[in-house]
Nanobody
Framework: HVQLVESGGGSVQAGGSLRLACATSGHPHSNFNHVCLGWFRQAPGREREGVAVISSDGITYYANSVKGRFTISQDKVNSTLSLQMNSLKPEDAAMYSC????????????WGHGGSDFDFWGQGTQVTVS
């Protein structure tokens, strides 16, 4: 049974930082080989959008809106995915979810538009920026 559990959300002032974590378990490739991991967000009234993804060999891709401010990383030993968010803006406020998918999900343009290639999703953690 695959589980993705996010943590680290909260409320922060504009310009502040938060670090999100996603603990994974039960994935067939729990050591993160041959998978694509990603962070997505959805604000009220808006469609889910991709924030950042990371391939099993560490290649990262970011949405233009977060480039230079957010950093995605993975800890293969502890099966944890992280998202360091700096210089937060009010428009970054959303429910953030982590997801896992096949390796090609990182190289498909679909990750930026909601992540249809991703198979497993966490419940999400709320980020509020005021």
């Amino acid at each position: 049974h695959v589980q993705l559990v996010e943590s680290g959300g909260g409320s922060v002032q504009a310009g502040g930082s938060l670090r999100l974590a996603c603990a994974t378990s039960g994935h067939p490739h729990s050591n993160f080989n041959h998978v694509c991991l990603g962070w997505f967000r959805q604000a009220p009234g808006r469609e889910r959008e991709g924030v950042a993804v990371i391939s099993s060999d560490g290649i990262t891709y970011y949405a233009n809106s977060v480039k230079g401010r957010f950093t995605i990383s993975q800890d293969k030993v502890n099966s944890t995915l992280s998202l360091q968010m700096n210089s937060l803006k009010p428009e970054d406020a959303a429910m953030y979810s982590c997801a896992a998918g096949p390796f090609y999900a990182c190289y498909s343009n679909s990750w930026g538009h909601g992540g249809s290639d991703f198979d497993f999703w966490g419940q999400g953690t709320q980020v509020t920026v005021s």
